[in-house]
């Protein structure tokens, strides 16, 4: 049974801080790795996907990969309250997707 | 990416009926999934849908409650049939490019009274 692990959270941070999200997979066979966002009552929508080792930046998001200890991260800077929803991390074995439970993020004003 | 519809975006449906979900692609794709969300979970594969092929159930999910039709290489239903309050949930049609990437439609929000 390939899994994939987050904190259900709910994760809170305030204002400008950084928020980090953290994701564990049980497959070392795992080549590719996804973070989506879900606003509630909304569809998830990708942000970012991370496929080698290191860190993967993109604007206020950096994604980062660590496959010797499966996991991956979303570091999202400068926390805004658009930012609260609920972050799905997805690894693909194959050609399915195994989405985590989600964590929750809350942006305090 | 792929532009992926969805009708209904919302229905409320009555016990014992059944509901057909459209999902419309912008573009010819392989591979489409239907996902089911229910109220404060996360997303759970209903079946893959496979075009000139039956579509390929998970554990738990069968073709009696939830047929599936593909027809061509941008369209796909989903019937829920014989609904109960327990289908209430988000169904999600997602298609997996060329990019090695999973796209949602918008979702159909489905309660069942």
């Known amino acids: 049974q390939k899994e994939v692990e987050q904190n259900s959270g709910p994760l809170s941070v305030p204002e400008g801080a950084i928020a980090s999200l953290n994701c564990t997979y049980s497959?070392?066979?795992?080549?590719?790795f996804f973070w989506y966002r879900q606003y509630s009552g909304k569809s998830p929508e990708l942000i970012m996907s991370?496929?080698?080792?290191g860190d993967k930046e993109d604007g206020r998001f950096t994604a980062q990969l660590n496959k010797a200890s499966q996991y991956v991260s979303l570091l999202i800077r400068d926390s805004q309250p658009s930012d609260s929803a609920t972050y799905l991390c997805a690894v693909l074995y194959g050609q399915n997707f195994v989405f985590g439970p989600g964590t929750r993020l809350s942006v305090l004003p | 990416s792929a532009v992926i519809s969805q009708k209904p975006s919302r229905d409320i449906c009555q016990r014992g009926t059944s509901l057909t979900i459209q999902c419309q692609v912008d573009s010819q794709v392989t591979m489409m999934f239907w996902y089911r969300q229910q109220p404060g979970q996360s997303l759970t594969l209903i079946a893959t849908a496979n075009q000139g092929s039956e579509a390929t159930y998970e554990s738990g999910f069968v073709i009696d409650k939830f047929p599936i039709s593909r027809p061509n290489l941008t369209f796909s239903t989903l019937t829920v049939s014989n609904m109960s309050p327990e289908d209430s949930s988000i169904y999600l049609c997602?298609?997996?490019?060329?990019?090695?990437?999973?796209?949602f439609g918008e979702g159909s929000w489905l309660t069942v009274v």
């Open positions: 497959d070392r066979g795992s080549q590719s």
């Open positions: 997602s298609v997996f490019d060329s990019g090695n990437t999973i796209y």
């Open positions: 991370i496929y080698s080792n």
